[in-house]
């Protein structure tokens, strides 16, 4: 066991590490100020990060008013490891290898049905990730985690899915049949939890830190007009900076307050009338008005100051935006103006594979995960990882 001594260095060097990965560019002084610690240990820290490669100095800021020397500014080294980023869909995957800055460097997109395979999720997952390893070649040296995205109720602290209906899963233990099984770190996460994650990730060092993100999904295929109604629609919360699980990790799991079993999707539409909603400018209308009064609620409950949405609903941003804003203004029953901004995804159709490599960043440079720094220069990339698995489940952070 760690001593006190050794746990405090831990978490510093974690706090210092997302600090700068959270606000590029900060000087040590900067950096000191802003987590409440003495300019020594973050010198130290800092020098100690620099030497193992995880930090770089980049610039010189302005000299103060005092004048004196310039001070050093720092930011991640991106060079120093990579993340992937997966999306599992009931008939292709998507997956993007991003850096440590976030930036994409490759992307892939696929059609992979698993009932193609003809074996079990855990076989068909692990094939697909063993191909991309491979497509990597030396690039998969970096890799420090992979993050999956797929529907359902998936709790990423335990990394377990309690059930995904779109992969046909039912309380499958994703650490023990996927991450204890490959050479890095894999993390699944709901879709809409991770196209959340990336809004937050990408947007870092920005000040949008309370929103919603809602993906609406428009289903075309056969299968996905039998499970869905052709409509999936999942919700991530975010309170202030980080992702809000919920007491069971449910968080974000939606059906429409106006759902009366009329159809085997999540609103008051049949599936029939579901069906017709991408071609049908009235019952299109109906469905969006239907999603804006529950969003509307929730935006002004919760006091949420950014509305995110993404998803295959995209192309009809323009009719959604003003039902949106009607709605949220009528839900609010004061004379002040509603301050909540309207956003739609960044990313596009690749909301989910790209938040998914934001959570793998995330939590990578969480508060309480350090698997980076000279552990990895003394003892090896396995220890590292073995580290990293570890303090996803809920152990002590690896000791230096």
Known sequence: MATAGKRNRIMN???VLRAIWRTPLLSRVDTAALLGLDKSTVSSVVNELVETG???????????RQG?????????????????????????????????LGRVLRTWTEDRRREDEGRGFTTFLLTIIEELLVDLGDDRRSLLGIGVAMGGLVNSIRNEVAGSIPMKLKQYDFQREVSDRTDVPVVAENDANAAAWGELTFHR?????????????MRSSDAGRHLYGGIGVGIGVVINGT????????????RSAFYNHQGSGQFSLTDEEAARVAVDATMRERFFRELARNIAVVINVMNLDHLFIGGDILQYRHELETILQEEIERNWPYETPVRC??????????????GAAGMMLDRLFSDQIFPLGDIRNRHGRDEVLSGFNEAIM???????
């Open 341 to 354: 901004e309207i956003c739609f995804s960044t990313f596009g159709e690749n909301a989910v594979v790209y």
């Open 68 to 100: 004196g020397r310039r001070p050093v500014l720092l930011r991640i080294n991106p060079r120093h490891g990579s993340v992937l980023g997966m999306e599992l869909q009931p008939g292709f995957y998507r997956a993007a290898h991003c850096d440590l």
């Open 394 to 400: 809920g152990a002590s952070s690896p000791g230096d």
């Open 205 to 217: 060092s920005t000040d949008i830190h309370d929103f919603l993100y809602v993906l609406v999904q």
């Open 243 to 254: 992702l809000y699980p919920g007491a069971n990790f449910t968080a974000g799991e939606f």
């Open 13 to 15: 060097r974690s706090r």
């Open 54 to 64: 995880i930090i770089e100095e980049v610039a010189q800021g302005d000299a103060s």
